[in-house]
């Protein structure tokens, strides 16, 4: 069964660029969640989709943007980069409805801004 | 809001040697997790604890979970260098009905077990 996929792994972008990762669940999982983690700050929700909605939110910009299509597959946008959001963006998907709740992560779309 | 701290933040071990993490949380739950990662790596779930009073054991590694006390524990029974890694709790913040919402983790322990 193949994991959580995140695309792409590794990027590099400027201050004022805008970024987008993608992210496919495991199969089966309706619900996906993104995370941000970086040093200072460690790992911090930033939203969770299912059926294509938005269901929670953390506590992050207007910039910080997502979207979850039909099947399943997601997306997050960043726009106008700030130094500061250079980070490892996790994905996370889970089987909602499940009796554990438990997250599954990809890999992790590590972002760099120059 | 929810707050999830772990300790201690570094832990450096000798193999061979037993020690436990703790972390504690701000807010009722009735479920916590275990996750662990590697460096430059994604998080690996180890255990998920359901209820009060739940342990979990895997290798040299057992989790447990006091909601009464808000706290979980991750015990390493001697210990190897293959354990050395970073370990985070995790506590569900619910946004209703059955979706568990959000994870709040904690800072996270770097383990590192020596020779």
């Known amino acids: 069964k193949a994991g959580v996929t995140q695309t792409p792994r590794y990027l590099i972008k400027t201050r004022g660029q805008q970024v987008t990762l993608s992210c496919s669940p495991i199969?089966?999982?309706?619900?996906v969640s993104w995370y941000q983690q970086t040093p200072g700050q460690g790992l911090q929700f930033l939203f969770e989709?299912?059926?294509?909605?938005?269901?929670n939110k953390g506590n992050f910009p207007g910039r910080f943007s997502g979207r979850q299509f039909s099947n399943s597959r997601s997306e997050m946008n960043v726009s106008t980069l700030e130094l500061g959001d250079s980070a490892l963006y996790l994905c996370?998907?889970?089987?909602?409805?499940?009796?554990?709740?438990?997250?599954?992560f990809g890999e992790g779309s590590r972002l760099t801004v120059l | 809001e929810l707050k999830v701290e772990q300790n201690p933040l570094f832990l450096s071990m000798q193999e061979g040697k037993n020690y436990t993490i703790y972390c504690n949380y701000s807010?009722?739950?009735?479920?916590l997790y275990w996750y662990r990662q590697d460096p430059g790596k994604s998080l690996e779930s180890l255990f998920v604890?359901?209820?009060?009073?739940a342990v979990k054991q895997e290798g040299r590694l057992m989790a447990s979970l006091d909601t009464k006390a808000r706290l979980s524990t991750l015990h390493i029974t001697a210990a190897v260098h293959d354990l050395s890694a970073t370990y985070f709790c995790?506590?569900?913040?619910?946004?209703?009905?059955?979706?568990?919402?959000?994870?709040?983790f904690g800072q996270g322990t770097i383990l590192t077990v020596h020779p």
């Open positions: 996370a998907s889970r089987l909602r409805g499940g009796n554990t709740g438990e997250l599954f």
């Open positions: 199969s089966g999982h309706r619900s």
């Open positions: 989709y299912f059926s294509e909605t938005q269901r």
């Open positions: 807010t009722t739950s009735d479920r």
């Open positions: 604890l359901l209820s009060n009073g």
């Open positions: 995790a506590v569900p913040t619910y946004a209703g009905g059955t979706s568990y919402g959000k994870l709040t």
